[in-house]
């Protein structure tokens, strides 16, 4: 068995068998694969497709391509997933608000992946925090704050490790397959016993409309619940940036105005619809609503930040980043205001194009050896319905240079749709699978 045999079936739209998946995801983790390989692996994955079984063998096999962890906790070890989207910081604020409420969330992220943000980048613009850290680390933070948010070590799913920054440049970002096996192979070697999936849809997302956002989230829930984890996913409305924030720095504001009580808004709603299945699935509340509830509460009287400043603070960061975060965080040096070009309603928000805005300025990465300026970004975004004059602003631009804001300003107007009519936003969460 081989990569070029492996790959001419692939070519030939054919369809590799267990005993094959098994292989490649092997070779992937122990260098017996190139780049190049990797790349062909990718694209013919993306152009074929797999099967049920062979999207649960490749997510198994990558998996056990490294260790996979155990815990000895007086509670559920329980985690959640995005399947990306643009101001989505969920994960800053439900990790902490789980450990609040009596859950282990050993929280193995990801980086910027195409046009939306990773939770490692932001946990990365806090000055100090290290997000790569070994078995022993991860232990100790777990104990005592019950929550990490961390980046996969070499030994948990390298073959994921090895694929992930491939599909980045190679355009196979949005393969239903491999975003599976991808998610579920880091999920599943860090020894959850529950997991609650948020799969976004709309402009903003990987999936643009509700039936790849539903097809995506039965393969996950499918996929992980065969494995032997728990798992739910919901299916929540990506038609607008979640907060008013795209970048780095930027969405970590967001998430501190949110811990410490100065705004609620969306971000809540998302983390108490997906805690509160976390929670009633583990048996720390009676049922969803319960925990949902829960969730809330530890949100709004600060348990949820008293958690985030301790994981924070082990993690190497500020040991009193909640009482002083505005003091720490990185500024842009040019920052003006985007205003509108005429009135009227805002009835659409090319969320992917406002991504690809912060990836230009600076904000994500093109090459995966790119380096991320985490100051750069937007803020105080539009919001969908919201009435508008000529001159009134769509958009606050974060930049480094005066000509990349230029370039920034017409990129923003452009994904900005008016209408004379007023219109209605969606449904934040849009329904449950499970």
Request: with cysteine; proline share 4%; glycine share 12%.
């Amino acid at each position: 068995m081989d990569a070029r045999g492996i790959l001419g079936k692939l070519r030939h739209r054919q369809l590799p068998n267990r005993k094959e998946l098994a292989w490649f995801a092997r070779a992937l983790a122990d260098g017996r694969v190139s780049d190049a390989q990797a790349g062909a692996f990718a694209m013919g994955v993306c152009q074929v497709g797999l099967s049920d079984a062979g999207r649960v063998a490749l997510t198994l096999a990558m998996r056990d391509s490294g260790q996979v962890l155990s815990w000895d906790v007086n509670g559920p070890v329980l985690d959640k997933h995005s399947t990306g989207g643009v101001g989505d910081c969920v994960s800053l604020v439900l990790a902490p608000a789980l450990a609040a409420c009596g859950a282990y969330v050993p929280m193995i992220s990801g980086r910027g992946l195409g046009h939306t943000g990773g939770t490692l980048d932001k946990m990365e613009a806090i000055p100090g925090v290290s997000t790569q850290m070994g078995e022993g680390q991860l232990r100790q933070i777990i104990g005592r704050t019950g929550c990490a948010i961390v980046g996969a070590t070499g030994d948990i799913a390298p073959a994921d490790k090895r694929l992930y920054a491939v599909r980045d440049v190679t355009s196979t970002v949005d393969s239903m397959d491999l975003i599976t096996a991808s998610i579920l192979s880091k999920k599943l070697a860090a020894g959850l016993q529950g997991l609650v999936l948020d799969v976004k849809v709309g402009s903003g997302a990987f999936m643009k409309d509700i039936e790849q956002a539903q097809l995506l989230a039965n393969a996950l829930t499918n996929t992980a619940n065969a494995s032997g984890c728990k798992t739910t996913a919901i299916i929540s409305d990506m038609s607008q940036p979640l907060v008013p924030s795209l970048g780095n720095a930027l969405e970590v504001v967001e998430v501190m105005r949110v811990l410490t009580g100065q705004i609620e808004g969306p971000i809540v709603s998302v983390c108490a619809a997906l805690g509160g299945v976390l929670l009633a699935n583990a048996g720390l509340a009676a049922d969803v609503q319960k925990g949902a509830d829960a969730i809330c509460a530890a949100i709004r009287d600060g348990r949820a930040a008293e958690r985030f400043g301790m994981m924070i603070a082990q993690m190497g960061g500020p040991t009193q980043f909640v009482e002083n975060w505005s003091r720490f965080l990185p500024e842009a040096t040019v920052i003006g205001q985007i205003s509108a070009p005429g009135a009227g309603y805002v009835a659409a928000i090319d969320g992917e194009a406002l991504g690809m805005v912060v990836v230009a300025l600076g904000g994500g990465r093109m090459l995966e050896t790119d380096e991320i300026n985490t100051a750069v970004g937007l803020s105080e975004v539009v919001r969908l319905g919201a009435r508008v004059a000529k001159g009134d602003p769509l958009a606050v631009i974060h930049a480094v240079r005066s000509d990349d804001a230029e370039k920034a300003v017409r990129a923003v107007r452009a994904a900005v749709t008016l209408s004379d009519e007023p219109v209605t936003p969606p449904d934040l969460i849009v329904e449950r699978v499970g």
